[in-house]
């Protein structure tokens, strides 16, 4: 029990499971969307349409943009708190973001995409230190703070655009260049998806390799603990939802980019959700104190192969919803009874 | 009439036998009792017995199986081998169910009452009497005053739990107990969160339930308590029969030997000299429990300061307040000259002032963390750079102070949560220490830890005022503030009523004090 190997398999047999159920869930869509017409078996897998090159960019794509906000959701919910507010929150920095770009709005000026963009970002900072103000300092339940947020962000957005859709065709200001950042490829790969690899990268070391990061799980785990050392909890827990507010405005502009009209009634709509699912189907504790970059990438990308397998397969896709249930009550329930601490466990040691 | 050749020297009068004062057979029987987890041997071959009218203390120290033993009675775990008899026959406890039918019952160490019910609703959890499917109130309270005023808690059934003091809640568990028709009684470390005053009253009502037939089981770690109302001492060691002791024989000493396997010339260490300049200075402080409160106190280099009062008199606001994780609204405090300002942590730790907690559990420690983890959480600037810990410099580190503080673990990468109490506090204590403390302040440091790991703490406590760190060590264990201190500051409803020099000390003088504050502001 004590060699390397077991113990690397002890520390990540979360993420090895999911990563098993991510092979198992991809290798089941290739078989059955395999090209019957092809030359030999292995051809006819190669060829199949789940790795066609166009599904997989799609697939990559939004694996990134999902990604993004998840992975904010994650350093939340490892903090011991709930950001129910990030659907909405997207739908609302859509909204304005291509307000800025067109200056249709009698209250919010048009500005060129660069500077629109920053705005943006400084206002996802902005709201975030408000929700994490009003949580770490008033002390109102994460709950509550952010679920005003659902409500409000999205009412916001609805009534600006006066409950219709807001695309940016009669913008102002040229927006190639927008277009080509967020919606083109770099190195053949999906700008969504290459950001998200850089956050990710950014997310681990705050997480796994920096100071702010041990902060973080351990007041996740026991804010007083954490208090009685000496930690500024109200700022690390600020922190957090600065974080998660920012990757939401970073996500939201890749969502508005991409569906080019922003119907705020419907646009990112359970969003919060997903990124809730991802981020628990990957060992992320709702209590708080627990959870890993490389989970919550995994849960994330889970969810959005199974729903892909949905498309590519041609099952009903209302049924996917209860695929994905299915999946995630599956996942914690096998957490739940350390399942995999049991297969690994030799026979013949007895507990101690 | 074939047994009868069997045992021949029946009437015969056996040459080792005396006369004992309890001829009455025992009301339970152990004997021969085993258990073991998996590998782990919990228990061997033990032998205990206890009749009617008897209290028995049970000493070992922590990991000796006595709470094992409490389980086996309380049907919790079923002994391995071995017989247990209960008013002489044989009986099997399979869950907590059928210790309750044959009148065993249980006050834990924690408190298991709910707060957000009443007395009387505490008492009869589970068991309240019904009306058409409706708690009946008016019967449960009938059925539960004169409980109430047997034990003299002369409080309305009504009020609710969480407006009674640690005393009177512990009163309440007891209560619960004997609302259960109990003929033995097991109280688990009854004492550790009460007050010395309420401890007086929990002991005559243990001696009083005694001569009303009671068999009881008193566990503690409090030896002088043990020594005042136990008729008989019964020790553990490592899972097996470590001795027994008569009333005649109950001594401090002999108990301590009994517990720890060898002889224990001192407890405390000896006390070192004290330099004269003040480190510590606190004036006029109050809490936000006790905003009138009034603490004005001053701690020399290298000197130890106990401090003593009953539970509630807001020392462990005072050390909260002092290390500014709460904030207090009035006072003033300095270290070495300099003022600091109230509520502030990071100023507090910046200058040198820590606190190792009250609740290591929900304050000391983040139990799912590692050793590692903990011991760095409040240095990690000193582990990283441009906020990048440094791993490696970060394992070096706390393997050393592992081996320096004796924490009995084989490495620091397990959860704090797998050690045991003792060595629990010896991470907290190593998380500050290491750290050049010039003020320390201590909140109960050895509650609930047993005998040897208590040494090796008060042994580094020494070495650290040694070093010329001013300590305040916050305690409700009376043999520790005076075998400890150089003086001992006695507060009372959040006012410190006055400091006792060493040639002052005693038990007395210090119950004056923390008793004497409400006394004479209920005259005036």
Redesign the interface.
């Known amino acids: 029990m004590n060699t390397p190997i077991s113990h690397f398999f002890n520390r990540y047999r979360k993420e090895g499971c999911l990563a098993g159920v991510l092979l198992f869930v991809a290798f089941w869509t290739i078989f059955f969307s395999r090209n019957t017409e092809a030359n030999g078996f292995l051809q006819s897998l190669i060829e199949s349409r789940f790795l066609s090159l166009r599904n997989l960019e799609n697939l990559s794509r939004q694996v990134g943009m999902y990604g993004i906000f998840s992975l904010g959701m994650g350093l939340v919910i490892i903090s011991g708190g709930i950001d129910l507010s990030v659907g909405s929150l997207m739908a609302f920095f859509g909204t304005v973001f291509f307000f800025f770009l067109t200056g249709s709005h009698a209250w919010i000026p048009g500005i060129p995409w660069a500077p629109a963009i920053l705005v943006l970002i400084l206002f996802s900072v902005m709201v975030g230190a408000l929700h994490g103000w009003l949580i770490a300092k008033i002390r109102i339940p994460a709950f509550v703070v952010t679920l005003c947020g659902l409500l409000g962000y999205r009412g916001l957005a609805q009534t600006m655009t006066h409950d219709t859709a807001i695309g940016y065709y009669d913008a102002k200001f040229n927006v190639v260049g927008i277009e080509r950042l967020l919606t083109g490829k770099i190195f053949g790969l999906p700008a969504a998806f290459i950001t998200f690899i850089a956050i990710c990268l950014i997310v681990y070391y705050l997480l796994h390799l920096s100071v702010f990061g041990r902060y973080l799980l351990a007041l996740g785990r026991n804010e007083q603990a954490a208090r009685y050392s000496g930690i500024n909890t109200i700022l690390i827990i600020a922190f957090a939802y600065i974080i998660c507010s920012v990757l939401a405005a970073v996500s939201a502009l890749f969502f508005a980019l991409y569906t080019a009209d922003v119907v705020p009634s419907i646009h990112g709509n359970f969003f919060e959700l997903y990124a809730i699912a991802g981020a628990v189907l990957g060992g992320c504790s709702l209590r708080g104190g627990e959870g890993t970059v490389i989970g919550i990438v995994l849960g994330t990308t889970v969810l959005l192969v199974l729903q892909n397998m949905v498309n590519l397969l041609g099952y009903d896709s209302s049924f996917s919803k209860v695929i994905t249930a299915l999946v995630i009550l599956g996942g914690v329930l096998v957490d739940r009874f350390d399942v995999w601490r049991l297969l690994s466990r030799p026979k013949n040691a007895s507990a101690a | 009439m074939t047994k009868k050749p069997t045992s021949p020297n029946l009437f015969v009068k056996h040459p080792n036998f005396t006369l004992q004062p309890y001829q009455l057979p025992p009301l339970l029987q152990l004997s021969q009792v085993s258990k073991s987890?998996?590998?782990?041997q919990a228990l061997s071959k033990v032998d205990f017995e206890i009749s009617t009218g008897e209290i028995v203390g049970l000493i070992g120290e922590n990991g000796a199986g006595k709470s094992t033993l409490m389980k086996i009675l309380g049907g919790v775990h079923p002994p391995s081998t071995g017989q247990i008899r209960f008013n002489k026959a044989p009986v099997t406890i399979q869950e907590p169910k059928a210790a309750e039918q044959l009148g065993i019952s249980f006050v834990h160490q924690e408190l298991n009452l709910l707060d957000n019910i009443d007395i009387a609703g505490n008492i009869f959890l589970a068991r309240e009497p019904r009306r058409f499917g409706c708690i009946d109130q008016r019967v449960l309270q009938k059925m539960a005053l004169p409980i109430l005023e047997e034990l003299g808690l002369h409080l309305d059934p009504r009020t609710s739990v969480s407006r009674l003091t640690n005393g009177q809640q512990q009163l309440v568990e007891i209560a619960k107990a004997l609302s259960m028709d109990a003929k033995l009684l097991i109280l688990d470390e009854p004492t550790s969160s009460l007050s010395i005053q309420e401890t007086d009253t929990l002991l005559n009502l243990v001696k009083r339930m005694k001569g009303q037939g009671m068999a009881i089981i008193f566990i503690s770690h409090r030896l002088s308590e043990v020594e005042k109302i136990a008729d008989r001492v019964f020790g553990l060691r490592d899972g097996e029969n470590a001795g027994e002791l008569n009333a005649k024989e109950i001594s401090r000493d002999r108990m301590i030997s009994m517990m720890i396997g060898r002889d224990l010339s001192e407890v405390y260490p000896e006390c070192n000299p004290v330099n004269t300049e003040n480190v510590f200075s606190v004036e006029n402080f109050s809490t936000l429990r006790w905003p009138k409160g009034n603490a004005s106190f001053s701690i020399r280099a290298g000197e130890i300061l106990g401090m003593a009062g009953l539970v509630g008199a807001g020392r462990s606001e005072l050390a909260q307040a002092l290390?500014g994780?709460d904030s207090s609204p009035s006072g003033t405090m300095s270290v070495n000259g300099q003022t600091l300002t109230r509520g502030k942590?990071?100023e507090s730790?910046a200058n040198g002032v820590f606190?190792a907690?009250e609740d290591r559990k929900?304050?000391?420690?983040?139990?799912?963390?590692t050793i590692r983890?903990n011991m760095t959480?409040?240095s990690?600037?000193q582990f990283?750079r441009h906020?990048?810990?440094d791993f490696k410099s970060e394992r070096t580190r706390t393997d050393e102070w592992l081996r320096e503080f004796g924490v009995k673990a084989p490495t620091v990468e397990l959860p704090v949560s797998s050690l045991s109490g003792g060595n629990q506090q010896k991470v907290v204590l190593s998380?500050w220490m290491t750290l050049a403390p010039k003020v320390m302040i201590f909140d109960e440091p050895t509650r609930g830890i047993d005998m040897g790991a208590r040494q090796e703490i008060y042994q580094a406590i020494v070495r650290l005022a040694e070093t010329g760190c001013a300590i305040l060590m916050i305690s409700s264990d009376m043999e520790e503030l005076l075998g400890m201190s150089h003086r001992i500051a006695v507060m009372s409803e959040g006012t410190l009523s006055g400091i006792l020099d060493r040639d002052a000390f005693s038990e007395k003088a210090i119950m004056t004090l923390a008793v004497n504050q409400s006394t004479t502001t209920s005259s005036s």
């Open positions: 987890f998996g590998v782990v290390f994780v942590v990071k730790i606190l907690p929900a304050s000391g420690l983040i139990l799912e963390m983890e959480l409040n990690l600037s990283s906020s990048r810990i998380k």
